[in-house]
């Protein structure tokens, strides 16, 4: 590898320019250039060696780079340079970061102050929480508006709970307000015997059976429930069962009896 050229060898390598920064003119290196930068054979920058050769090889603190101040990146003058951060360095520039940290206000022209400004966890990028806020509105508007444009499903039962249902078949059986369930079922399978007495053959049953077997199918429709799957139907079901086979039981041993 070829060293670092001599500070002669370096300047010999740049010519003045007609651009002028704060009345010094632009220093351009003539050597080879990379992205407008000018760079030695070694791949050094260099406008970063021309300000290490003026101003000392420590004058560049860690973690700082250099920005050129007359926006010439081929000028390797040191009084158009100057130590800064990166992020320094690109929010000078005209780059889309610099521009949009330049911004004071929304693209709705809401400020960009710090009660109205939300960071993205993971980028840092700034949002309108106004605009954010009148978004989520829009969204809620529109997924309303889609769930009512759905057709409506028919044939489902409304589902209630096991204690509405309780207070309905109360009312409904003649039981009075709030009858527990032990009462409730003894009078559903009251109904049900009374109603499986009737001969099926008869063609003018009493206008109790028919009352009777009418009333046991509703009742049968309102103990179904809403679904075979929650915890208040599945406990209606199993209640009705078990009451169900205790009458049985009974029926049997009075018949032998």
Partial sequence: MQPEPTAERFWARTKTSEQIHEGSPCLEWTGRLDQGYGRLDRGTLAHRMAYLLTNGPDSIPAGMELDHLCRNRACVNPAHLEPVTHRE?????????????????????????????YRTPTEGNRKCRTCRLEESRRRREREKAARAARPKETGRVPRRTAEQRRLALSEALGLGTGAPWDAIFERVAELRRLAGEQPAHSEAPSDRSAIERAFAERLAA???????????????????AGKEQRVA???EESHRG
């Fill in 222 to 240: 309102e103990l179904t429930g809403c679904c075979t799957e929650c915890d208040a139907c599945i406990e209606i079901a199993q209640h009705l």
């Fill in 89 to 117: 360095n690109v929010m000078r520039g005209t780059s889309v970061s610099a521009r949009n940290a330049a911004r004071t206000h929304c693209p709705q022209g809401h400020p960009y102050t710090e009660e109205n400004t």
């Fill in 249 to 251: 039981a009974d029926d």
